[in-house]
């Protein structure tokens, strides 16, 4: 049996603890967080900590699950690397490329496997698409958009997601999932133009054009919206034969020939979630499962790895200096 601690159990804590409830063979051994009410939530008799460094410390755990904010990523990740061979941390993966870089240091010191949660690599739709890109069944990408809008993320700890200097803003908390994304499907484009705009601390807008050899890729990110405004992630992808597109709770195949639903099947997972902008646990779940499954083999982490993270995130910097 894995024994996970979880350290942070506010909004992201409790997505992964429901996702540790669906996976066989993994329990929750220990829980860190300020706030003890929201420790005693996730609990469900696992032991219960005030502070994260003393959970590294002390808990009888396997290994550490890290559902900080941002800034507060680098320092409990390079304690956990003294403690277990696997950790997992939230994305983005640091606040600034040297924390990020520190992390791959004492990762090499130790021999630690990280993995950090840059979901959208195994959110199922995306999977999908990586699938039919990599096919080449359609011909070659001739242009694509990623899209990420959101309202303003209000559920955050003393509303860290709003203050630029603990969360880099919107740029680096959500845009970064698509960034990373099309990092990992396409690679560096061969040069790329940003726009950003900033209203107060919150880095509020960004959007990037990417130029690739022969074809282009637009990632749209923002939280900047009203409370009641709907959270939206989708994207259009147009191949020279197909045009594939996510959205408005739909996957479609756009052909000639007419038009074609692309179906996947989602695990009914147990366990309740609030808040936040998500209508499922399915990304966080399977991110989790390959995670535990290394674990279970002995396996090094190949997915989303710490480089693969840094190397998004200095992407992303890239994007916020030159926009």
């Not at 502070?51 to 009888?60: M, R, S, T, V």
């Not at 290994?63 to 990740?77: K, Q, R």
């Not at 939206?232 to 996957?251: D, I, S, Y």
Request: hydrophobic share 40%; charged share 25%.
């Amino acid at each position: 049996m894995i024994k996970v601690g979880l350290i942070g159990c506010g909004f992201m804590g409790a997505m992964h603890a429901n996702c540790y409830k669906n996976i066989d063979g993994v329990i929750l051994g220990a829980v860190a967080d300020v706030r003890r009410e929201k420790a005693e939530e996730l609990a469900n008799g696992a032991e219960i900590f005030s502070d994260g460094l003393d959970l590294i410390n002390n808990a009888d755990v396997d290994v550490i699950d890290i559902c900080l904010p941002t800034y507060l990523h680098a320092e409990y990740a390079i304690k956990a690397m003294e403690k277990v061979k696997y950790l997992f941390v939230e994305k983005p993966v640091a606040l600034n490329i040297e924390q990020a870089k520190l992390m791959i240091e004492k990762s090499k010191e130790t021999g630690c496997q990280v993995q950090v949660g840059q979901v959208i690599r195994f959110w199922d739709e995306y999977v999908e698409l990586k699938k039919i890109i990599e096919s080449g069944k359609y011909g070659k990408v001739v242009n694509a958009n990623f899209r990420r809008i959101s309202p303003t993320p209000t559920w955050g700890w003393q509303d860290w997601l709003l203050d630029a200097r603990r969360s880099g803003g919107a740029a680096q908390d959500l845009h970064v999932h698509d960034t990373d994304y099309v990092l990992s499907v396409f690679g560096e484009p061969e040069k790329f133009t940003s726009i950003k705009n900033v209203i107060g601390e919150k880095n509020s807008y960004i959007n990037t054009i990417m130029q690739y050899k022969d074809f282009v890729v637009g990632v749209e990110g923002t939280w900047g919206l009203p409370e009641s405004y709907p959270f939206e992630a989708t994207f259009r992808v147009v191949f020279e034969k197909a045009t594939v597109e996510n959205a408005g709770g739909k996957f479609i195949c756009y052909t000639a020939d007419g038009t074609s639903e692309i179906k996947i099947e989602k695990k009914e997972l147990t366990g309740g979630y609030k808040g936040g902008n998500i209508s499922d646990l399915g990304g966080y779940y399977n991110e989790l499962v390959y995670f535990t499954d290394r674990i279970k083999s002995g396996e090094k982490i190949e997915k989303a790895t710490l480089k693969d993270a840094a190397k998004s995130l200095e992407f992303v910097l890239k994007e916020i200096e030159n926009a």
